[in-house]
Nanobody, 125 residues
Framework: QLQLVESGGALVQPGGSLRLSCAAS???????IGWFRQAPGKEREGVSC????????KYADSVKGRFTISRDNAKNTVYLQMESLKPEDTAVYYC???????????????????WGQGTQVTVSS
């Protein structure tokens, strides 16, 4: 069972930056990865994803141009670099993985079968 552990969440001022990490218990070379977030009282929202091999990346319109997904295969870690943070970015952020998908990704939670426990990001002055 692939285990994912997120870290890096914090309280940050509007306009600030933050990098979230998602450490995996096994190689992510063969996994499609997604980042999601859930704000209090709201449904889980897809943020970003990249396909197995990294050929395809996608971003939600709300974060496009501000967030960047990446990974370090040597460290079995996926990152979400977040810039120009806004109060509406406040949420618990989750990473997710699917090892069966090939060549595509989607920021839809139903396709992912491995999830981390989440890390809190709060954007406030």
């Amino acid at each position: 069972q692939l285990q994912l552990v997120e870290s890096g969440g914090a309280l940050v001022q509007p306009g600030g930056s933050l990098r979230l990490s998602c450490a995996a218990s096994a190689s992510l070379d063969y996994a499609t990865i997604g980042w999601f977030r859930q704000a209090p009282g709201k449904e889980r929202e897809g943020v970003s994803c990249f396909s197995k091999g990294g050929g395809i990346t996608k971003y939600a319109d709300s974060v496009k141009g501000r967030f960047t997904i990446s990974r370090d295969n040597a460290k079995n870690t996926v990152y979400l670099q977040m810039e120009s943070l806004k109060p509406e970015d406040t949420a618990v952020y989750y990473c997710a993985a699917n090892t069966a998908l090939v060549g595509w990704c989607a920021i839809v939670s139903d396709i992912y079968n491995h999830w981390g426990q989440g890390t809190q990001v709060t954007v406030s002055s």
